[in-house]
């Protein structure tokens, strides 16, 4: 399974109506570019594979009844495959916009046990290391006592 690291989650107030709060995950420009690639390759995979074929053109866009869609979409009570997809990749292309862990997790449950499933990880920052200098080290000496008892040996 691929892995792609993101920066952080960011988590927003649930909406009105809603128990749930809505998570971002934001990750850096190169994978978020290797995230995009992924799921385009994908994409365009399942487009060849049901192109000319008529059932499986009509698969793509059946209510898929384990993928339940929330109140607000009215009488569509299900996604389908062909909106798991393209929302999605939808989401990424546009550069501004950061991909949702429900978004990631309808993905991953349409193509879990494929190449297209995808895992994540949160990327680790390098430490801040404080500049150091002299008293730092030695607390208890300066660089007088250090310059004279070194020509008194």
């Known amino acids: 399974m691929k892995v792609f690291k993101y920066k952080e989650k960011k988590r927003l107030e649930p909406r009105p109506g809603t128990t749930y709060a809505t998570v971002f995950v934001k990750f850096n420009s190169e994978q978020r570019l290797q995230l995009k690639e992924h799921l385009l390759s994908c994409a365009k995979e399942v487009e060849r594979a049901i192109t000319g074929n008529p059932e ?3 698969q793509l866009v059946e209510p898929l009844k384990d993928f339940r869609h929330d109140s607000r979409h009215g009488d569509k009570k299900y996604y389908d495959m062909e909106e798991i997809i393209t929302d999605a990749v939808g989401r990424l292309l546009d550069d501004d916009k950061d991909i949702s862990e429900a978004m ?18 949160e990327l680790a920052l390098a430490p801040k290391v404080a500049p150091r200098v002299w008293s730092d080290l030695f607390p208890n000496q300066d660089d007088d006592n250090l310059d004279s008892s070194a020509g008194a040996q």
């Open 104 to 121: 990631i997790g309808r993905w991953n449950k349409l193509f879990q046990g494929t190449e297209w499933e995808f895992g994540l990880e």
């Open 56 to 58: 499986l053109e009509q």
